[in-house]
């Protein structure tokens, strides 16, 4: 599956983005979805991941309350909208497939299918 990332760019303190990863070449109903953050000097995280039926995700405590994932399956297409951003918020953000997991393995990062990043900043 080839994956293709956009939405980012700079944004104030407070406010929203929407991400969008869109997938090509497999059966995306049948992928557990994720987004992951690289900041500069920092490790790349996983922020938050769904499965591939949509029933169940997982959000990094950082994020929780503040960015939610969804998928669309008939466009093939995973979102991720931020909202409340904050300065440390920043970083490139990567969509990721994977197929068969369960629920309770969303939170593995070792997600076999990454799209390019695309660049979040968030001004103070």
């Known amino acids: 599956v080839q994956l293709q990332a956009s939405g980012g760019g700079l944004v104030q303190a407070g406010g929203s983005l929407r991400l969008s990863c869109a997938a090509s070449?497999?059966?995306?109903?049948?992928?557990?979805m994720g987004w992951f953050r690289q900041a500069p000097g920092k490790e790349r995280e996983l922020v938050a991941a769904?499965?591939?039926?949509?029933?169940?995700?997982y959000y990094a405590d950082s994020v929780k309350g503040r960015f939610t994932i969804s998928k669309s399956n008939s466009k093939s297409t995973v979102y991720l909208q931020m909202d409340s951003l904050k300065p440390e918020d920043t970083a490139v953000y990567y969509c990721?497939?994977?197929?068969?997991?369960?629920?309770?393995?969303?939170?593995?990062?070792?997600?076999?299918?990454w799209g390019q990043g695309t660049q979040v900043t968030v001004s103070s």
């Open positions: 769904i499965h591939w039926s949509g029933g169940s995700t």
């Open positions: 070449g497999g059966t995306f109903s049948r992928y557990a």
């Open positions: 990721a497939a994977d197929l068969g997991r369960i629920a309770s393995t969303l939170s593995r990062p070792d997600f076999a299918f």
